[in-house]
């Protein structure tokens, strides 16, 4: 069995991802107490570190270690935040985790392959040069480099497109897949391209990532819980009136879809603040929109449910969290706003199990290597990046 150590694991959903392929996880870390509770209740603590990333030193990690993975703070990078970018005392952790995979290689094997995850940002902020700033790190450390961008409603009903950069060993990109950039796909999309054209010195590598799947295989209304019509969760239709009243007509006219029994009588609703003024709004593509860590209130997801007859309104509960995370059988012990903190800014399971799968499935040895090498080749752009 293959062994992984997951940096900002959070509440675990990596690991919950990628075990049932048949990685073992050796090494754990997040800041977070309540996170890394979260993770006991599930996983056990053997092997987690609650500390903060910049005092971990290379002794503390165990002597084989093939994947290491870092879903680090996306807050500097996403539009929501502040664009600091990895000069932001969040994002900017991914930083000490490099230095330290980099003093791994120095002292140990180095890791056969290493996953990054971030929000799609990463890709533009400050024009591409902290990305490049990354790769250009990892490539020192003897990596070749592959960027993929894989949405969660690929998988789940939920809109979450992330970045991911895998990287693998130079050695074994070299024998098994080109070092180039090839045409637009779904995951490699223009917005990758054009950063590896950007970055023509960068060694850039296409594992066999096949196509993904075209949409989730359940709806919305599939991972809601039955709260009974007393629950105290849902909102007093004063406030309820209230918010409909301030919406904008065009995500009223979608309450009055839903009345209609369109999208099942469900969807979900964000409150923003506009003109001094809590609106709602509404999303008309029948899943939910991306999760989001509940951190004053505004970035809690509602549901807007219709299928009474009358609009009511609640927050999603810490299961549905869980749901929309593909985390369906994940234990919950907390109350709905830690579980809303712990699932919100974790990663979609099954999008993480598909894309871990494909790409490092070479260092499990379950890849069926059907040498896509020639046909990779045939699509290679003039411009392949120097292997
Ligand atoms: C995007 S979340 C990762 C979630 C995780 N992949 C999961 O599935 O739950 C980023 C994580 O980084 C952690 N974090 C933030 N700053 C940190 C630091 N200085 N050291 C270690 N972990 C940190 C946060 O607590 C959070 O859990």
């Given at each position: 069995m293959a062994a992984f150590a997951e940096f900002f694991a959070g509440i675990g959903l990596v690991r919950e991802a990628i075990e049932p392929l048949g990685w073992r996880c050796v090494f754990a870390n997040d800041i977070a107490p309540g996170k890394a509770e979260m993770y006991r209740t599930r996983f056990g603590f053997r092997h987690f570190v609650v500390d903060d990333v910049n005092n971990l030193t290379v002794d503390q990690l165990p002597a084989d270690i093939d994947l290491v993975t870092a879903s680090f703070p996306c807050i500097d990078l996403s539009l929501a935040g502040n664009r600091a970018g990895l000069a932001g005392e969040h994002s900017g952790t991914v930083w000490p985790f490099l230095k330290l995979l980099a003093a791994r290689c120095r002292c140990a094997a180095a890791p056969a392959a290493v996953l990054l995850e971030n929000v799609t940002g990463f890709l533009s902020s400050r024009g591409g040069k902290d990305l490049a700033e990354v790769c250009r790190f990892l490539a020192k450390l003897g990596y070749a480099i592959d960027l993929a961008v894989v949405d969660a409603r690929w998988f789940t009903p939920q809109s979450r497109p992330?970045?991911?950069?895998?990287?693998?060993?130079?050695?074994?990109?070299?024998?098994?897949?080109?070092?180039?950039a090839g045409a637009p796909s779904r995951v490699r999309p223009r917005r990758v391209r054009d950063?590896?054209?950007?970055?023509?010195?960068?060694?850039?590598?296409?594992?066999?990532?096949?196509?993904?799947?075209?949409r989730a295989p359940n709806r919305l209304s599939s991972i809601l819980e039955d709260l009974s019509a007393d629950d105290e969760r849902w909102w007093p239709d004063e406030q309820t009136k209230v918010l409909l009243h301030n919406m904008a007509p065009r995500h009223?006219?979608?309450?009055?879809?839903?009345?209609?029994?369109q999208r099942d009588g469900v969807a979900t609703l964000y409150r923003r603040r506009r003109h001094d003024r809590t609106?709602?709004?509404?999303?008309?593509?029948?899943?939910?929109?991306?999760?989001?860590?509940?951190q004053?209130?505004?970035?809690?997801?509602?549901?807007?449910?219709?299928?009474?007859?009358?609009?009511?309104?609640?927050?999603?509960t810490g299961r549905e969290y869980?749901?929309?995370?593909?985390?369906?059988?994940?234990?919950?012990?907390?109350?709905d706003r830690q579980a809303r903190m712990g699932f919100g800014d974790a990663v979609c399971v099954p999008a993480v199990r598909w894309l871990t799968e494909h790409?490092?499935?070479?260092?499990?040895?379950?890849?069926?290597?059907?040498?896509?090498?020639m046909?990779?080749?045939e699509q290679a752009p003039a411009h392949a990046a120097g292997g």
């Open positions: 992330r970045l991911f950069a895998m990287a693998v060993r130079r050695e074994d990109a070299a024998s098994r897949w080109p070092l180039s950063f590896q054209q950007a970055n023509p010195g960068l060694p850039f590598v296409e594992l066999p990532l096949p196509e993904p799947p075209s009223r006219q979608r309450v009055a879809g839903l009345l209609d029994g609106v709602g709004e509404v999303r008309d593509d029948e899943i939910a929109g991306c999760l989001r860590t509940p004053g209130g505004s970035s809690v997801q509602f549901l807007v449910d219709c299928r009474g007859g009358k609009p009511r309104i609640r927050p999603l869980a749901r929309l995370q593909g985390a369906e059988q994940f234990p919950i012990h907390v109350g790409a490092f499935g070479h260092v499990l040895g379950t890849i069926a290597w059907q040498d896509p090498q046909a990779l080749f």
